[in-house]
Structures are given as structure tokens and as C-alpha cells.
């Protein structure tokens, strides 16, 4: 067995995404100690992880570069590098590049080269190493951490942090009837299964979210000249964002929210005086989202589950909007009356001949219609880490290293991130970031709210290694 041992004051990220990228970035630009990090991520790219992987230039950031700065406290960081590095990539910036939505692969690279920069102009001697691989084991110490990873490597640090972002929902019973069909895309991002539906009359795309939007941007870059059938469960539909200002602060008449209806009744009132004075409703979820993490926080779990199950799906609607960009491209198609959406639920699917039949259920009636092509947009959506099927999760559940967040998002943490094992003891050198902490703290899959976690973890690894100065 291969041990890499790592020299004092040491870190291991597992998870080379935008998560692990920016928490071992920030850790390089404000180390005061010699500190050795190391990334396992399969990987070539650091910083891209599945968000910023994809090539496709109709794939945007669905929100403007001015609030996407890896370094907030210098907001025109990412506007001022899209106008020196954008042409250089494909992409030419707009006169108000700072309200632009850039590409995703351009994003990526952004996070990519500035974590390179992290790491040529690293201060005292300290390193950065990638290693290309996934982890498979984790064993925690109180003063050491160690990690197998699937090529037989074992890494030892003194602090190691799970970035591991999210993963793809499985197959519905329903959908797993289509596997393997030429002209089912269970993944909206698969650029060989979207080539094969170019020639389709009809598609039906399952989910109206933002991965929705991509799929029908990929598809109109392609050529396609066919028609559209979106539903989903509730029959929301993503709409483009607006450049608004915030509503007022409402939340702050008051004590916060405890409940999912008190929550859902002061919105409710918000948005009707914001209808009343006229104004654009797309502020009100500016006003919301810096409330959200303490909301959340101060809410017990049966009313955190209420949230998720009956207002999650509007939320998701209402604060994550497209691109103008991506949006007008659905416009569009609308316009042509090339797509209809509604709600609906499928109650499966038959395949013959290559032809796809599918069986809806809208309403009070059921429908039995043909498609060319079915893409599943639902994204990447699971977060029960109890039905993960990735070796490296279920052996860290296994191991009782972790156990499963109290609500079923992901895994049980302290507020700051550290995380508690199976017999309820807070590890104090294993914490994660992201994705795994969607059951402390609700919007953590976020370009924003990573990127504060990022910070914070980052000061709080650091305060352990840097010595108190006594004047």
C-alpha cells in the first residue's frame, strides 16, 4: 500500500468542484502558515466539477457576473477577468458585461485559473496537489484523517473536508422502463443522447426547471425544429430573471418565521402589496434569501419537511431563475408554439418499433400520448444520502463516520459545517461544504452561498493552525 503522507499543517479536499476548488483557494490566499492541500478529484479540471463541465456555450450562469466574484469584497473581480479572458475562449462580453449571464465552461474556467493563481503565488512554501482519483474509504482520527482512495493510494492530513456536490437522481421505476432506449436522455447534459433526438417530431422533457432550460437551449443550438411537451409534478415553469432591485427587508418586521404557513402567509401578503405599488414581483426573493439560512436554522424538522414538500417547488421556481439569455431562447419557442407545459404525472411508458408511448395522468384525466424522444430534466436532485449508491458515501455511512441529516438532506453537521458521526460526537477535523450540508442549511448549492461557506471554513481551519500572537 502506497501512503502519501503530507507534511504538518495539512488539508485534504475530496471533491474538486466549484466547493472544493474555492475552499482550497481561499485557504491559499489567507494561509499564514506553511500549509499542504490536496484535492482528489477524477477529474482533469479542477473547479468545474458537473455545473461548469459543460461545453456548450448556450449553457449560462443563471445569474449576472457581478454577483459571482470569487472574492466579494471585489465584486468586479469576474467582470474585469470575463472582459481580459473571455475572447480568448470563444466568448465576447457585452457592454455591461457586469449584468451578463457568461457561459458555464467559462465560469468554470475562471474558478480553474484562479485557483492556479492561488497556487503559483502560494506564501510560505505552501502547495496544492491534485490527485486524480475518487475516495473510497475514510477513517477519522482526533489529530489525523485518512483517506484510501480507488487506486490504492492512502492520504493522510490533519483536517479533511467532504466537497463531494450533488448527485443524479436514480431512475424512476417509470423511466427506468426507457433505460438504454436510443432516444431516452436520462442526463439533459449528455451531448451524444441530445445529437440522437435532432431529428424528433415531438419530445417530451420531464421536470420545468432550469435544467429544462438547458436541455431546449442545446436542442435549438442543434437545429431542432420540433415540438415540446414539458410537465412536471406541480406545473411550475421557470421564468427568465429581470434586472430588479430588492423588495424592502419585510422579514425584518418582526421575529422571523418558525413556520412553513407563517412563512408562506407574510409572503403571500408581501407579493400582494408589491402587486398593489405596481412593482416587479422578482424582487421579493432578494428580500427572502438572505433570511433563509436563519430561518431554516430556527425552524424544527417537522416544519422544515412541510417546507420541502409543499412549498420547495415554488421557492425553487421563484428564486432560481434563467438567464435572459437562455430564456428568450424558451420564448421563443413558445411563441412559435412549438411547447406547451402543465402539470402532470406519468404513469409509465411503453417502447416499440423505437416509438415512445407515454401515459399522463393530468388532472382528472389520463392521456396516452407518442413521443420521438423523452429527456429527463429533473437534474441533479438527490440529496437523501440513504439512497446514494456512490461506494464512497455508503462506506463513509457504513463506517458511522457520518450519519444522515435528521430531515433527509444530506448529512448531520454542527451550523459550522463540522460534522457528527453515527454516535452524535462532532468530528473537529472533518467537515464538509456544499452539497452535503443541505439539511443544516437549506441553500447551500449555490455559486453565493458556497462561496461564504468557503470563507468561513476556511478561517476556521486556519485559526487552528496559525499561533496566537501574545503582544
Not at 443563471?62 to 477577468?81: K, M, Q, T, V
Request: aromatic share 6%; hydrophobic share 40%; proline share 6%.
Amino acid at each position: 500500500m502506497r501512503i502519501d503522507r503530507i507534511p504538518h499543517h495539512s488539508v485534504a479536499i475530496v471533491g474538486g468542484g466549484f466547493a472544493g476548488a474555492v475552499t482550497a483557494l481561499k485557504l491559499l490566499d489567507r494561509t499564514e502558515v506553511p500549509l499542504a492541500i490536496t484535492i482528489i478529484e477524477r477529474r482533469e479540471e479542477l473547479g468545474r466539477g458537473i455545473a461548469y463541465s459543460t461545453p456548450e456555450p448556450v449553457h449560462l450562469v443563471n445569474g449576472p457576473a457581478e454577483i459571482f466574484s470569487l472574492h466579494p469584497e471585489d465584486p468586479g473581480h469576474l467582470p474585469r477577468w470575463l472582459v481580459e479572458n473571455g475572447p480568448a475562449h470563444g466568448w465576447t462580453p457585452p457592454t455591461e458585461v457586469g449584468s451578463s449571464s457568461p457561459p458555464r465552461y467559462l465560469y468554470g474556467t475562471y474558478v480553474r485559473d484562479e485557483l492556479a493563481r492561488a497556487a503559483t503565488n502560494a506564501r510560505l512554501g505552501s502547495t496544492l496537489r491534485h490527485i486524480r482519483s475518487s475516495a473510497a474509504a475514510l477513517v477519522a482520527a482526533p489529530n489525523r484523517i485518512r483517506i484510501t482512495t480507488t487506486d490504492g493510494a492512502v492520504v493522510e492530513a490533519d483536517e479533511a473536508i467532504l466537497a463531494l456536490g450533488a448527485f443524479q437522481a436514480r431512475l424512476s421505476s417509470n423511466e427506468a422502463q426507457l433505460a438504454g432506449h436510443p432516444r431516452f436522455a436520462a442526463n439533459p447534459w449528455d451531448a451524444r443522447a441530445l445529437d440522437r433526438l435532432i431529428d424528433c417530431n415531438e419530445i417530451l422533457l420531464i421536470g420545468s426547471s432550469l435544467s429544462m432550460v438547458d436541455a431546449i437551449a442545446s436542442m435549438e443550438a442543434r437545429g431542432y425544429r420540433g415540438r415540446y411537451r414539458v410537465v412536471s409534478r406541480r406545473g411550475q415553469f421557470v421564468e427568465g430573471r429581470r434586472t430588479v432591485e430588492a423588495a424592502r427587508d419585510f422579514l425584518a418586521d418582526g421575529p422571523l418565521p418558525v413556520t412553513a404557513r407563517e412563512l408562506l402567509s407574510r409572503v403571500k401578503a408581501e407579493r400582494r402589496a408589491i402587486a398593489a405599488d405596481g412593482a416587479d414581483w422578482q424582487g421579493l426573493p432578494l428580500a427572502i434569501r438572505p433570511h433563509i439560512l436563519s430561518m431554516w436554522q430556527g425552524a424544527n424538522d417537522r416544519e422544515r419537511l412541510r417546507f420541502t414538500r409543499h412549498l420547495r417547488a415554488f421557492w425553487d421556481v421563484t428564486a432560481h431563475r434563467s438567464a435572459p439569455e437562455s430564456h428568450q431562447v424558451v420564448e421563443s419557442v413558445i411563441e412559435e408554439g412549438r411547447l406547451t407545459h402543465g402539470r402532470a404525472r406519468i404513469l409509465g411508458f411503453a417502447a416499440e418499433d423505437g416509438d415512445i408511448t407515454a401515459r399522463l395522468k393530468t388532472g382528472a384525466d389520463i392521456e396516452t400520448l407518442p413521443f420521438d424522444g423523452v429527456i429527463d430534466c429533473r437534474g441533479h436532485q438527490l440529496h437523501d444520502w440513504r439512497r446514494i449508491a456512490d461506494p464512497f458515501v455508503k462506506s463513509l455511512l457504513a463506517s458511522g463516520e457520518v450519519r444522515p441529516h435528521s430531515t433527509g438532506y444530506g448529512i448531520d453537521a454542527t451550523p459550522a459545517g463540522d460534522l457528527i458521526n453515527e454516535e452524535g460526537v462532532v468530528h473537529r477535523n472533518l467537515s464538509a461544504i456544499g452539497h452535503p450540508l443541505r439539511g443544516v442549511a437549506w441553500e447551500s448549492s449555490s455559486i453565493t452561498e458556497q462561496r461564504t461557506q468557503a470563507i468561513a471554513l476556511a478561517d476556521r481551519i486556519l485559526a487552528k493552525f496559525t499561533p496566537i500572537r501574545v503582544a
